[in-house]
C-alpha cells in the first residue's frame, strides 16, 4: 500500500542507548519530516528535508540526527537516549507543490528508562 | 515566530449534532496554508482538510467544513451531524514560514466526544 511506512511501532530503551527510527515513503514525495507528540501537546517538529542529501533543523533538534541518502527514507537517530525523549515520534511526508495533507506514518512509540 | 492556538482542550457534542472546534494563528507569511487533523484513540494522524490563504472560497470536504476568517486569523473546523466515530483528537496546524513551508507547525489539541 502506498504511503507513508514507520518501524518500530514500540520500542523501549535504556538510558544511553541508540537506535535508528526507521521512515519510508513510496510516493515519491520531496518533503519528509520528523515529529514528535507528548501527553497534552501537539506535534512537535524535529528535524525536516526537502530533497535527497537535503536537511534541516526543526524547533527540538537536539539529541537526534538525520539523514537523506534517498529519495524513499528518511531515518531518525537517536544519539544517545534519554528519559526526556521518551515520545511518539511522526514521520510525514508531502509532494514539492501539495495543498493536500501531508501523509503521516503510523507513528513509534518510544520509552526511555 | 508562527503560532496556532486551540483553546478548547476539550468539546461534547451530542451525535446528529454540529460541533465547532476553534483554531487561531499567527503569522507573518502572506501565504500560508492551513491543515485539520483527525487523530482517534489508535493514534493516526488522518488528513480532514485543507484552507490556503488565498483561497476565495471556504474549503469543505464531506461533513468537514472550514470557517476560514482571514482578517480575524481564525479557521475552525464545523463538524456537521456529529457521528460516534469522530470522537478524537483534533490538531489545527499550518505550514511554517521558517521551514519554506515544507513542515507544519501543530496546535495543541481539542479532544471531542460524541455522544449518544
Known amino acids: 500500500n502506498a504511503g507513508v511506512t514507520q518501524t518500530p511501532k514500540f520500542q523501549v530503551l535504556k538510558t544511553g542507548q541508540s537506535m535508528t527510527l526507521q521512515c519510508a515513503q513510496d510516493m515519491n514525495h520531496e518533503y519528509m519530516s520528523w515529529y514528535r507528540q507528548d501527553p497534552g501537546m501537539g506535534l512537535r517538529l524535529i528535524h525536516y528535508?526537502?530533497?535527497?542529501?537535503?536537511?534541516d533543523q526543526g524547533e527540538v533538534p537536539n539529541g537526534y540526527n538525520v539523514s537523506r541518502s534517498t529519495t524513499e527514507d528518511f531515518p531518525l537517530r537517536l544519539l544517545s537516549a534519554a528519559p526526556s525523549q521518551t515520545s511518539v515520534y511522526f514521520c510525514?511526508?508531502?509532494?514539492?507543490?501539495?495543498?493536500?495533507?501531508?501523509?503521516f506514518g503510523s507513528g513509534t512509540r518510544l520509552t526511555v528508562v | 515566530a508562527q503560532k496556532i492556538t486551540q483553546t478548547q482542550p476539550g468539546m461534547f457534542v451530542q451525535e446528529k449534532e454540529a460541533v465547532t472546534l476553534d483554531c487561531t494563528y499567527d503569522t507573518s507569511d502572506p501565504s500560508y496554508g492551513l491543515f485539520w487533523y483527525k487523530q482517534p484513540s489508535s493514534g493516526e494522524m488522518i488528513f480532514l482538510i485543507y484552507?490556503?490563504?488565498?483561497?476565495?472560497q471556504n474549503a469543505t470536504e464531506g461533513r468537514y467544513s472550514l470557517n476560514f476568517q482571514k482578517a480575524r486569523k481564525s479557521a475552525n473546523l464545523v463538524i456537521s451531524a456529529s457521528q460516534l466515530g469522530d470522537s478524537a483528537m483534533y490538531f489545527c496546524a499550518m505550514r511554517r514560514k521558517d521551514t519554506g513551508r515544507r513542515a507544519l507547525t501543530f496546535g495543541s489539541g481539542t479532544r471531542l466526544q460524541v455522544q449518544p
Open positions: 528535508s526537502v530533497g535527497a542529501g537535503i536537511t
Open positions: 510525514a511526508s508531502i509532494s514539492g507543490g501539495g495543498s493536500y495533507g501531508y501523509t
Open positions: 484552507q490556503g490563504s488565498y483561497d476565495q
